[in-house]
């Protein structure tokens, strides 16, 4: 059953429909004196999206999100809302919600009153105000904190009151600032989940930031991964794991073992890359470029196994994590790459020489 | 005008964007209320002193007079001795005394500062009526000697009668000022010059003395020109040789209304103060003042850097000549007590004149007998039945309540709007909020009063109360900005995100969460009125007096065991508000 919150608004999520996106940003660039801290950036979102800003300190992440709901000024660009253009609608006339990572709760308000600001700002009736209230409260579970004040909640309670408040005036656009920052591990896990049900339940359009690949592949739809002021790649979690255009973006998401090198075509056609660790055949529709870095991810090499592509070296560790072995290789020097072990594998001795092998279409060449 | 004209283009478009985002124009109000009543009387009164007095020409005749005449210069001179006296014992004896209450722990000395914060908020007026009591020839002191059968001393009306109360008025404010700076002072320093080698007396001069200086130059500094426009003290306390430039300046206005002469004065003591201020300026950054912290801690550079390190060695290495042997003679537990023991000696210094006017406001005799021979309420009644009395206090009050308003309004918009700003005015802005704390007040008050003759506003009520609000403005804004500092305004962005507009943020969020620093500022601006004298002495007439000002009148003519009663009544008073201010505070969160 869906949520009361959710009746208002059906949000199918429109694959590459002509209709006009829930968000579009168009151009949108922003500047601090000689900094650039987001160059001229284009982005779709449909309806009921929940897109992820992934990328490293500085890329821009908070500058992006903080013009989307009108707390930067943009130097340029269009923010348009429903087809709508509210670059210059002030932060309060907005039909967005924001979750800060530090919660921004006011300490000086209950639970209950800080879930109601927003409520009462837009003149809701009191005895609405109080029902609707208290359904947020039991959405996220806290029914029986109303009246405490933030201090006085656990850092996973202080979130989910944030996200009640954030989702009791049903915004149509929610930006969340890396809200899971500041909490541990496993209080994350939870509270990812938490967010994806309120996703799921709201329809919401949901913007989403954080550092960690981890989170960005389990929760989103699409990814939007960025470095330097600019968007890198945009994709959905598989895309990017699977194709990713730099060197950058296999870098950034999961564990790559890179081999640069220049590219050349033998006898019969088939492209190979010349490294130093030797040379390997690309699959056969690698576009045509002179140099580039090739990708494989540890799960497509293979100790010992079959292959097109073969480099030796020596075991220098094995790290077991849980659910799959790792083994670090070392190809003479500082290169080392990591394989992962096939299921049901006795792992290598230390210090024995292994040959590792990958098929050719396993590999991705990227710029 | 020139640079302003360079940098139109930058300036206007930054204006542009505040307009929007940083509303540095919320500083606007109290910047207009300054130009008008603070910056425009006090140039003008500059203004005055080099023009003729009929022909309105350029003339430095004023100053020449002042310079050539010997009673002028003599009182320029003993201005100067008594303010820099002031300041140096204030400083002598409040390091200790700070350094001790620095090194309590957290709750205890909470209660101690109490005890220099009642002196530092206890009316002039009450504290120089309690010295006079204490000192007079018939005080408590000379009653007490001749009970003994030793003959009266002259106390009263000399140097020893003034500088004790200057020192007294004075010592809380140096302490208060070096507190901060010893607090945040990082122990462990010394302690590890010491794991370093180096000897208790070196560690204490090279490493905590050289890093409490900014406090002690800031101590200093805002004594000293306090000292400087005293009037209260050495009219009441002192002779004629320790006659002090405000007393000069206020017969001139008051017994010749000779304004020029009176500016030329002015113009010396502010131009002294302004030096002063540079000074400390050049060494310390003005900016430390209002404790944000400058990279030059510790004293300036090159050549009197390496003189300042060599006094500091010397002192440490005379302390150690000296404390080894005194350390044997008295023994260690009483070296340990020494500090202690001092600082409560100080404490009493600071904490007694005021407690001795208590029983003499309950004499049965028409005279200032200590001991009291009989105790009774007499004098209150007295109080309580003169209109006079009663007509003074409510008008305090009022103007008070009033100024005490205004002031938090005008330096609260300026304290929010300028915390958030980046603008390169913002240093100059701090410093121009600042200044009225700067300029010794007679000199804003003569300011005034020429202004106010001009636009009526002489004898009335909303004259005291702008007076008032300029003199108070500098304290309510620092203690605004000082929790303005600590405030998250991520919270505003949260609230304009969930739709709150500007009033309503300012109104739900801002305002309850700096709640501390208004009711802070709103206190000190109304005790600063309640017991404010200089401008009131101008600018309160006839019938219209304010109670300090009917105090002083009291106190110059006779006095009386009245004088005693509404001491008491105003300490009350004094003391209700400052317990109130404490407990409004606390549940700021
Ligand atoms: N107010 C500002 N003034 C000057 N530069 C700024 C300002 N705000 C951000 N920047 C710069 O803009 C760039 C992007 O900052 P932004 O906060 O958007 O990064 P981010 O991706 O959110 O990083 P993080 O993951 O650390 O939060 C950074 O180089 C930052 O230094
Ligand atoms: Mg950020």
Redesign the pocket.
């Known amino acids: 059953m869906l949520s009361p919150l959710a009746q208002a608004r059906t949000a199918p999520v429109q694959a590459g429909a002509a209709a006009t996106p829930k968000l579009l940003v168009d151009g949108l660039t922003?500047r601090?004196?000689a900094?650039?801290?987001?160059e001229p950036t284009r982005l779709e979102v449909p309806a009921g999206e929940f897109l992820t800003?992934l990328?490293?300190?500085?890329?821009?992440?908070?500058?992006?999100?903080?013009m989307i709901c009108g707390l930067?000024e943009p130097s340029g660009g269009r923010i348009l809302i429903d087809g709508q253009d509210e670059t210059r609608t002030p932060v309060h006339k907005r039909d967005i919600g924001l979750v800060f990572q530090h919660y921004a709760l006011f300490p000086h308000l209950t639970v209950a009153e800080n879930i109601g600001f927003p409520l009462r700002m837009r003149g809701v009736a009191p005895a609405d105000l109080a029902r609707r209230v208290k359904e947020a409260l039991e959405m996220v579970h806290l029914g029986h904190l109303a009246g405490r004040f933030p201090k006085e909640l656990s850092g996973g309670q202080q979130q989910r009151v944030a996200l009640a408040r954030c989702f009791v005036y049903q915004p149509s656009v929610i930006l969340m600032?890396?809200p899971l920052g500041a909490l541990d591990k496993k209080l994350r896990e939870h509270m990812q989940y938490e967010i994806k049900r309120l996703h799921r339940e709201t329809g919401a359009t949901i913007i989403y930031?954080t550092?960690d690949q981890e989170e960005a592949l389990a929760m989103s739809d699409r990814i939007c991964l960025?470095n330097h002021?600019r968007i890198e790649q945009l994709g959905t979690p598989h895309d990017i794991y699977a194709r990713p255009k730099t060197a950058f973006a296999a870098d950034f998401i999961g564990v790559s073992n890179i081999f640069r090198g220049q590219v050349r075509r033998d006898g019969s056609g088939t492209p190979m890359l010349v490294t130093g660790n030797g040379s390997f055949r690309l699959s056969a529709d690698t576009p045509d470029r002179p140099d580039g870095t090739l990708v494989v991810r540890p799960e497509q090499l293979d100790i010992d196994g079959d292959g097109d592509n073969e480099v030796r070296g020596e075991v220098v560790d094995t790290v077991y994590a849980g659910s799959e072995t790792r083994v670090l290789v070392s190809l003479g020097g500082e290169e080392t790459i990591t394989v992962r072990l096939r299921r049901g594998t006795a792992p290598p001795r230390l210090g024995e020489v292994v040959a590792v092998r990958w098929r050719a279409d396993a590999g991705v060449l990227v710029s | 005008m020139s640079a302003a004209a360079l940098n139109h283009d930058g300036a206007f478009a930054a204006a542009r964007r505040r307009l929007r985002f940083g509303p540095l124009w919320l500083a606007a109000p109290g910047l207009a209320f300054l130009a008008i009543f603070f910056l425009f009387p006090v140039l003008r009164l500059l203004g005055l002193s080099v023009q003729d007095l009929e022909t309105s020409a350029w003339t430095g005749d004023h100053y020449a007079r002042i310079v050539a005449t010997d009673v002028y210069f003599r009182v320029l001179m003993s201005t100067f001795r008594i303010a820099g006296l002031t300041a140096l014992l204030s400083l002598l004896f409040g390091y200790p005394l700070a350094y001790w209450l620095a090194q309590l722990p957290e709750r205890q000395r909470g209660l101690a500062i109490l005890a220099v914060m009642v002196p530092f908020w206890t009316s002039y007026l009450v504290k120089t009526f309690a010295w006079m009591v204490i000192l007079g020839r018939t005080g408590v002191i000379n009653q007490i000697l001749s009970g003994t059968g030793m003959s009266p001393l002259p106390l009263l009306h000399n140097e020893f009668g003034v500088m004790a109360g200057m020192v007294h008025a004075m010592l809380p404010l140096a302490v208060l000022t070096m507190l901060p700076v010893m607090t945040t002072l990082d122990r462990r320093l010394v302690q590890a010059a010491e794991t370093l080698g180096a000897p208790p007396a070196n560690a204490f001069w090279l490493v905590y003395f050289q890093l409490s200086l900014p406090g002690v130059a800031a101590a200093g500094l805002l004594t000293f020109i306090s000292s400087l426009g005293f009037f209260i003290v050495p009219a009441l306390l002192g002779g004629p040789q320790q006659t002090m430039l405000a007393q000069l300046i206020i017969s001139q206005i008051q017994e010749m209304l000779n304004w020029a002469f009176a500016g030329a004065l002015a113009t010396f003591m502010l131009v002294a103060a302004l030096v002063t201020c540079w000074v400390y300026d050049r060494l310390f950054g003005l900016s430390s003042l209002s404790g944000e912290t400058s990279g030059r801690a510790g004293g300036g550079q090159g050549h009197l850097r390496s003189a300042g390190m060599t006094i500091l060695s010397a002192l440490a290495k005379a302390s150690t000549a000296l404390g080894g042997p005194v350390g044997r003679l008295l023994g260690p537990k009483v070296m340990d007590r020494l500090l202690p023991v001092y600082s409560a000696a100080v404490i009493v210094f600071l904490v007694a004149p005021a407690l001795v006017v208590v029983p003499i406001a309950f004499t049965t005799s028409p005279f200032l007998d200590f001991p009291p021979p009989g105790y009774g309420l007499e004098w209150f009644r007295v109080y309580f039945n003169s209109d006079l009395w009663v007509s003074a206090t409510i008008r305090s009050f009022a103007v008070a309540f009033a100024t005490a308003i205004l002031a938090t309004l005008v330096a609260g918009l300026a304290a929010l709007a300028l915390a958030r700003s980046s603008s390169r005015w913002r240093g100059a802005i701090f410093a121009f909020f600042l200044a009225p704390m700067i300029v010794p007040r007679i000199v804003i008050a003569v300011g005034l009063f020429y202004l106010f003759a001009q636009i009526g506003l002489v004898a009335t009520d909303l004259g005291l109360i702008i007076g008032h609000t300029v003199l108070a403005l500098p304290f309510a804004f620092v203690a605004i900005s000082a929790v303005v500092k600590g405030h998250d305004w991520r919270l505003d962005q949260a609230a304009a995100t969930l739709g709150a507009n500007r009033v309503k943020t300012l109104m739900l969020v801002t305002v309850p969460l700096i709640r501390g620093g208004l009711v802070a500022a709103f206190l000190f601006a109304f005790i600063t009125s309640f017991d404010e004298l200089t401008v009131a002495i101008f600018v309160s007439g006839g019938v219209k007096t304010t109670l300090p000002k009917q105090m002083w009148d009291d106190m110059i003519l006779q006095l009386n065991p009245t004088l005693a009663a509404v001491s008491v009544v105003v300490f009350a008073i004094v003391m209700a508000l400052l317990l109130m201010a404490e407990w409004l505070r606390r549940p700021a969160r």
């Open positions: 922003k601090y004196g900094i650039t801290a987001l800003l990328g490293p300190s500085g890329s821009g992440k908070t500058t992006l999100l903080q930067v600032d890396e930031v550092h960025m002021a």
